[in-house]
C-alpha cells in the first residue's frame, strides 16, 4: 500500500510514552492552525470513509460540515487513516466537504464527488441519528501557475486568480499572488479550465480572464493534467478608473455583502462587480466608459435593490463615466424596505385553492414577482417595492379555475390596484370561479342529418372569440373552459362545405344574435339546424382575337366585386371555355393568353384593368354568356445598313421604346442586316439602333435623330408589322497620349502608371512607363481629359495629376484631337526615406549575442517594430517615422544572458529615450548582463534501518512554493537538483505509487511551509541535504496511536474559514469550491 506524502506529519521519536505522543498531535495541529479542540455539538454525527488517489485511506485530511445556503462551516473534524465523525450542531441538512491536508495534488470535494458547495449533495441529520457511509475518494489532480504583472512588467501581488470549469463554467478554486506576482492553484481534477484575474482591492487594476478577454465565454482553456503543474503566460492588468460609495438602509446605516455590479451602459454586458463591507462602503475598478451599476442585497434580505441613482430598472438607471487613472467617489445608494401582499385564494364556496399562482404587476403591465398559494390556499408575495400594483389570480395548471384580476376583473387594464407600503403586509384575497361549458349537436335543417366536423364559436359580450370546438362524426359538440358570463354561438359548417353559417336561432349576424349565460362549473345544451345553399350558376363562351382566330390556352377568370378570384378556366383548342360553381351575383371577368401567345391579356369589353371592366349577372342554376376578343401582338422589321456605301451591318441592335421611355423588346439584325421586334402591344413607339458591340458605329434613333426625347413616334396596329430601316453612321477616329515620366532629379522612371480621366471622372485609358520611361494611352476619343500619374508599385514616388495638381478636381484639362497625337509629360516626387535604428548586441566582454530580439515600442509602450540579431550581434529596425521611441533587447530563450531595456534599464519605463527623424540612422548599442552560474542540492535518502532508496522524487521549491528543480534517487539512494539560482528551497520527498515507504518534506516537517530552508549558492552544489523515511506499516501505527490520543483528549474542531477564495472578490459570482487550507 502506497500514501505518497502522508507520513510527512509523523515526527521521528519514540513512541513508548504518552507524553511523545501528545507532542506529536500538538505539532499536528499546530501545523495545519486548527484549534485543538471545539464544543461538543448536541446535534447528530456523520462518519463515513476517506480514500486517497491510490484508493488507500487518507492518512490526514479535514471534513466540514455547512447548512444549507452558508458559507461557513457549522461542524469540523480530522480525517485520520480514512475515518472521521462530524459532530453537527442541531437537525438539519448539511452539505460535507472533504480535504487532504498533506499532499497538494489532491483534489478537495463535496459529497457526493461534486465540485461546489451549490451542486453537493445535503446530508440530512434527523433526532440525533448518526448517518453513515457518507464517504469520498479523492483523486489526484494537477496545478496551474503563472505570474501577474503590470502592462509595463511590475509584479502584482494580492491579485485573487480563480479557475473556472471550461465546459459548464461553474467555479473550481482560486488562490492570492505572491509580493512577486506569481501564484500556483490548488489542485484540480484534470481537465480544461478558465481563469480570471482580480487585482488587489483598491489597486485599479482591469480585471480579465485569460488570456487577455473580456468574458467567461471569450477566454482561453487551460489543459491540466492529473500529476503535473501547468505554467501559463503572464497575465498583465492594465490600469483603469475607480467607482467608490457607500450603500445604506433608509436608516442611513451602512448594509453589509450588497453586491454592486456594473453594466457596460451602451451593450449591457457584464463588466465586474464587488460586495460592500460591513460599512456598506465599496469601490469597483473599472477599464474607462460608461457604465450602469445596481445595487443587490444579499439574498433573504428586507431590503429592495436597486440601480443607481435610485431606479428601479436598468434602462432608467443613471450612467457614471469612468476615465483610466481617475476616481470616481460619491457614488451611494440608500436601499428601500419592501412590502409585501397576502391574503388568500379560494373558490366560490370559500374552500382555499392550493398550488395556485399569485402574481403582482406594475402599473405598466411588468411583472414584479409572484408566488403559489399553500395547502389551504393562504400566500404572502414578499419582497415588493412600495408603490401600486394590480393582482392576478390563476388556479394550478389545467385546474377548473378561470383566472381573474382583483377584485373580480377579467384582464389586467379593468383591474382595480392595490398599495403596498414598506413593511407592511397588504390583505388580498381572491375567489376563482369554475370554467362553464357549452355542449350540443349540429345538423343540416333539411333531413337532420349530424354535420361531422361543424365549428362552433362563441363570442364575449364585446365581441371577442372567447373559444370555438369541432363536432364529432354524431355532430356533437363541446366548447369549455368558458368563464362565467354571457355568450353569442355561431355555428358554420366544415371547410369546403356548401352549409350557410349562421349565430344561435337561425340569425345571421352577431348584432342580431340571442345571449346565452354560462354560470360557474356548469354546461349549456344548445344545438343548432344549418341551411344548405342553392345551387351554383357558371360562365361560358368562347376566346378569340381581333382577327377572329379562336385563341387556346387563355386563363379566364371571374371576380367577386370586391376583386377576389371566383373561378377560373382556360380555354380549349376551339377558344372555348366555361366556370361552373358561381354563387348568384355580379363578376368581372378576364382574360390572360400565356406569355408566349401572340394575343394580349384584357378584361371583358375591352377593359384594361379590373377597376374598369364591365360586370356580368349570374344566375342560380344558369349559364351566363361572355366571349372574349383579345387584341393581337404587332411587329416592327425592316433592315440596318452603314450610311457610308450602304453595307449591311449584321449584330446591329435594334430596341423599341414605350412613350413613357420602357424597353418594349428588341432584336439583333441577321448577316443580311434586316431585322424583326415582334410580341409588340398595338400601339406608339420609338426605335433606336445601334452598331454591334465594340463596333464603330454611332448609335441613334429613328430618322437621324440623335436622343429619345426628339425621336419620331412609330404605330403599330393589333396583330400588324410595319417596316422600318435605318443608316448608321461611322465614328471619327481616336486620339493618342504620349510622353514620358520621370523623377524630380530628372531620372526616367520604368513601370510608372498613366491613367486619362473623360469629363465626367471616369477611365478612359491607361498605360505603363516602358524602361525607358515612355507610355503611350490608344483609343481615346476627341475630347478634354485630366491625367494621372504614379510611381512604380512598392515606390516612394507621390502621385499626381498633370501640371503637379493632388486631385482630378484641380487638374488641368489636356485635348486630344482626333486621329492625332497630343504629347504629355509627368515629373512625379519622393519623399524622405524612413527612419532606421541599428547597432550590435555584445555581452560584457564584447562578443557577440545572436538572437537578440530587438523591439522599438512608441510613447504609449506598444510595440511599433522588432528586429533579430545576427550572429555577428548586428540587426536593423527600419520602417520608423519620425519621433522618440524606446528600445528593449530580449536575450534568446534559455540563454545564460540578461534582458534588459536601453540603456541599460530593467523595464519599460525607465528605459531611455532615442529620437529618430526620418532619412536619418540612429545607432543603438547593448551589452546584455550574464546570469550568475546556477547552483545545485544533492543528498540521500534512506530508512530508519540505513537502506537506501531508491525512485524518490526530490523537488526544490522557492519562496513563492512554485518548484523549481527536481531530481530522482538512484539505485544508492543518492540525489541532485541543477539548475537552481541562488536562493533559499525547502525539499519534498515524494515516494512512488507502488512504494513500501511514505513521503515526507525535509526534517520531518509536517507541510512545505514548516520545512527546513536550504540555502544554495551561485555555481555552488548544497551536499548532505538527507532524509529518512517511515515504512507505511511505522506511519500507520504512529497515526493510528495519534488518533487514539486525539479522541482521548480533545473534541473535533470547528473550522473557521471560508473555503471560497473568491468571496469578497469581484463578481461574476462564484460559489463556494475547493480551498485546501481550512
Not at 403 to 424: I, K, M, Y
Not at 705 to 726: H, M, N, P, V
Not at 837 to 859: C, E, L, N, Q, W
Request: glycine share 14%; charged share 15%; hydrophobic share 35%.
Amino acid at each position: 500500500m502506497s500514501v505518497p506524502w502522508r507520513g510527512t506529519v509523523l515526527r521521528r521519536s519514540r513512541w513508548g510514552r504518552a507524553p511523545a505522543r501528545l507532542a506529536l498531535l500538538a505539532t499536528l495541529l499546530a501545523a495545519l492552525a486548527v484549534p485543538a479542540s471545539a464544543p461538543a455539538a448536541t446535534g447528530g454525527k456523520i462518519t463515513g470513509r476517506v480514500t486517497d488517489g491510490n484508493g488507500g485511506g487518507l492518512a490526514l485530511g479535514a471534513a466540514y460540515a455547512y447548512r444549507a445556503g452558508a458559507t461557513q462551516p457549522a461542524a469540523s473534524a480530522w480525517i485520520v487513516l480514512g475515518g472521521y465523525t462530524l459532530s453537527v450542531p442541531d437537525d438539519g441538512d448539511y452539505k460535507v466537504y472533504f480535504v487532504d491536508q498533506l499532499d497538494s495534488s489532491t483534489v478537495a470535494e463535496f459529497y457526493d464527488d461534486k465540485p461546489s458547495l451549490a451542486q453537493a449533495d445535503p446530508v440530512t441529520v434527523r433526532g440525533g441519528a448518526t448517518v453513515s457511509r457518507v464517504d469520498a475518494a479523492l483523486v489526484t489532480g494537477g496545478r496551474i501557475s503563472g505570474r501577474v504583472r503590470t502592462t509595463s512588467g511590475i509584479a502584482i501581488g494580492g491579485a485573487t486568480v480563480a479557475a473556472y470549469d471550461a465546459q459548464t463554467g461553474g467555479f473550481r478554486t482560486s488562490t492570492t499572488t505572491a509580493s512577486n506576482g506569481t501564484y500556483t492553484l490548488p489542485a484540480v481534477a484534470g481537465g480544461a479550465y478558465k481563469l480570471y484575474v482580480v487585482g488587489p482591492s483598491g489597486g485599479g487594476y482591469i480585471s480579465e480572464y485569460y488570456d487577455d478577454e473580456a468574458s467567461l465565454a471569450a477566454a482561453d482553456p487551460v489543459t491540466v493534467t492529473a500529476g503535473r503543474t501547468t505554467t501559463v503566460r503572464d497575465t498583465l492588468l492594465a490600469k483603469g478608473g475607480t467607482v467608490s460609495g457607500r450603500v445604506t438602509d433608509a436608516g442611513g446605516s451602512g448594509v453589509d455583502r450588497v453586491t454592486v455590479f456594473a453594466y457596460r451602459a451602451n451593450t449591457g454586458e457584464g463588466a465586474g462587480g464587488t460586495y460592500t463591507a460591513p460599512d456598506g462602503t465599496y469601490q469597483l475598478d473599472l477599464e474607462a466608459g460608461a457604465y450602469k451599476l445596481i445595487f443587490a442585497p444579499p439574498d433573504g434580505s428586507s431590503l429592495l435593490r436597486e440601480y443607481y441613482d435610485d431606479k428601479p430598472t436598468r434602462d432608467a438607471a443613471d450612467p457614471i463615466t469612468v476615465d483610466a487613472g481617475r476616481a470616481v467617489t460619491g457614488v451611494n445608494a440608500s436601499l428601500a424596505g419592501a412590502g409585501q401582499i397576502g391574503g388568500k385564494v379560494t373558490d366560490t364556496a370559500k374552500t382555499g385553492i392550493a398550488g395556485a399562482t399569485v402574481t403582482a404587476y406594475s402599473l405598466d403591465g411588468q411583472t414584479a414577482g409572484s408566488t403559489t398559494t399553500g395547502t389551504g390556499g393562504a400566500y404572502t408575495l414578499a419582497g415588493l417595492r412600495a408603490g401600486s400594483y394590480k393582482v392576478g389570480f390563476s388556479g394550478p395548471p389545467n385546474g377548473p379555475y378561470v383566472p381573474e384580476f382583483h377584485s373580480d376583473r377579467a384582464t389586467l387594464g379593468s383591474a382595480n390596484a392595490v398599495t403596498v407600503t414598506a413593511g407592511r403586509t397588504t390583505a388580498i384575497s381572491a375567489d376563482l370561479a369554475k370554467y362553464a361549458a357549452f355542449t350540443g349537436k349540429v345538423t343540416a335543417k333539411s333531413g337532420g342529418k349530424a354535420i361531422s366536423g361543424a365549428v362552433v364559436s362563441a363570442f364575449s359580450s364585446s365581441g371577442d372569440l372567447a373559444g370555438t370546438a369541432t363536432s364529432n362524426s354524431t355532430g356533437m359538440y363541446t366548447l369549455d373552459r368558458l368563464a362565467p358570463g354571457t355568450y353569442k354561438l355561431r355555428f358554420a359548417g366544415p371547410d369546403g362545405s356548401t352549409f350557410f353559417p349562421e349565430y344561435y336561432h337561425d340569425t345571421t349576424t352577431l348584432a342580431a344574435a340571442l345571449a346565452l349565460t354560462l354560470t360557474s362549473g356548469r354546461s349549456l345544451t344548445i344545438s343548432e339546424a344549418l341551411d344548405a345553399p342553392p345551387p351554383p350558376g357558371q360562365i361560358s363562351g368562347y376566346v378569340r382575337g381581333d382577327s377572329g382566330a379562336r385563341a387556346a390556352g387563355v386563363t379566364v377568370t371571374a371576380y367577386t366585386t370586391a376583386g377576389a378570384t371566383a373561378g377560373t378556366a382556360t380555354s380549349a383548342a376551339d377558344g372555348t371555355y366555361r366556370i361552373d360553381g358561381l354563387a348568384a351575383g355580379s363578376y368581372k371577368v378576364g382574360f390572360a393568353p400565356a406569355a408566349s401567345s401572340r394575343f394580349l391579356p384584357e378584361y371583358y369589353r375591352d377593359r384594361t384593368t379590373l377597376a374598369f371592366a364591365d360586370a356580368v349577372k349570374v344566375t342560380a342554376g344558369k349559364a351566363t354568356s361572355v366571349t372574349g376578343s383579345l387584341p393581337e401582338r404587332g411587329a416592327f422589321t425592316g433592315k440596318v445598313t452603314a450610311k457610308s456605301g450602304g453595307k449591311a451591318i449584321a449584330g446591329a441592335i435594334v430596341t423599341a421604346f414605350t412613350p413613357s421611355g420602357d424597353v418594349a423588346g428588341s432584336a439583333t439584325a441577321n448577316s443580311s442586316g434586316v431585322y424583326t421586334v415582334d410580341g409588340l402591344a398595338p400601339g406608339s413607339y420609338k426605335l433606336r439602333f445601334a452598331g454591334p458591340a465594340a463596333s464603330t458605329f454611332v448609335a441613334e434613333y429613328y430618322h437621324d435623330r440623335a436622343t429619345l426625347a426628339t425621336a419620331l413616334t412609330l404605330s403599330i396596329s393589333s396583330g400588324r408589322t410595319s417596316t422600318i430601316s435605318e443608316a448608321l453612321d461611322a465614328p471619327p477616329p481616336p486620339g493618342r497620349l504620349s510622353g514620358y515620366v520621370r523623377s524630380d532629379t530628372g531620372e526616367r522612371l520604368a513601370g510608372a502608371t498613366v491613367t486619362a480621366y473623360s469629363a465626367t471622372g471616369e477611365s478612359a485609358g491607361t498605360a505603363t512607363t516602358a524602361a525607358d520611361g515612355t507610355y503611350a494611352i490608344d483609343g481615346l476619343p476627341a475630347g478634354p481629359y485630366k491625367v494621372s500619374f504614379a510611381g512604380p508599385a512598392g515606390s516612394r514616388y507621390v502621385s499626381e495629376f498633370f501640371r503637379e495638381r493632388s486631385s482630378v478636381v484641380e487638374a488641368d484639362a489636356v485635348t486630344v484631337t482626333a486621329g492625332r497625337t497630343t504629347a504629355l509629360n509627368g515629373s512625379l516626387h519622393a519623399p524622405p526615406a524612413p527612419a532606421q535604428v541599428t547597432g550590435h548586441v555584445t555581452d560584457g566582454s564584447g562578443r557577440a549575442i545572436g538572437g537578440v530580439t530587438v523591439t522599438v515600442y512608441g510613447v504609449s509602450e506598444t510595440a511599433v517594430a522588432t528586429a533579430t540579431t545576427g550572429a555577428g550581434g548586428a540587426y536593423t529596425v527600419d520602417g520608423l517615422d519620425s519621433g522618440t521611441y524606446r528600445i528593449g533587447f530580449a536575450a534568446p530563450e534559455g540563454s545564460r544572458y540578461i534582458s534588459e531595456f536601453y540603456s541599460d534599464r530593467d523595464t519599460l519605463p525607465r528605459a531611455r529615450p532615442v529620437a529618430v527623424k526620418l532619412g536619418k540612422v540612429v545607432t543603438i548599442d547593448a551589452a546584455l548582463a550574464e546570469r550568475a552560474p546556477a547552483g545545485a542540492i544533492s543528498g540521500q535518502v534512506s530508512d530508519s534501518a540505513r537502506n537506501r532508496i531508491a525512485g524518490v522524487t526530490v523537488t526544490a521549491y522557492d519562496a513563492t512554493g512554485a518548484a523549481a528543480g527536481s531530481g530522482v534517487t538512484g539505485a544508492d539512494g543518492t540525489y541532485t537538483i541543477e539548475g537552481l539560482p541562488a536562493g533559499d528551497y525547502r525539499l519534498g520527498f515524494a515516494v512512488p505509487g507502488t512504494s513500501d515507504y511514505v513521503g515526507t518534506f525535509w526534517r520531518d516537517a509536517p507541510n512545505l511551509a514548516t520545512a527546513g530552508a536550504v540555502s544554495v549558492r551561485d555555481g555552488r552544489t548544497s551536499t548532505s541535504v538527507n532524509a529518512k523515511l517511515l515504512t507505511v506499516a511505522q506511519a500507520e501505527r504512529l497515526a493510528a496511536s495519534a488518533q487514539d490520543e486525539a479522541r482521548a483528549q480533545a473534541a473535533p474542531v470547528v473550522q473557521t474559514h471560508d473555503p471560497s477564495p473568491v468571496t469578497g472578490a469581484t463578481p461574476p459570482p462564484a460559489d463556494a469550491g475547493t480551498s485546501r487550507t481550512p
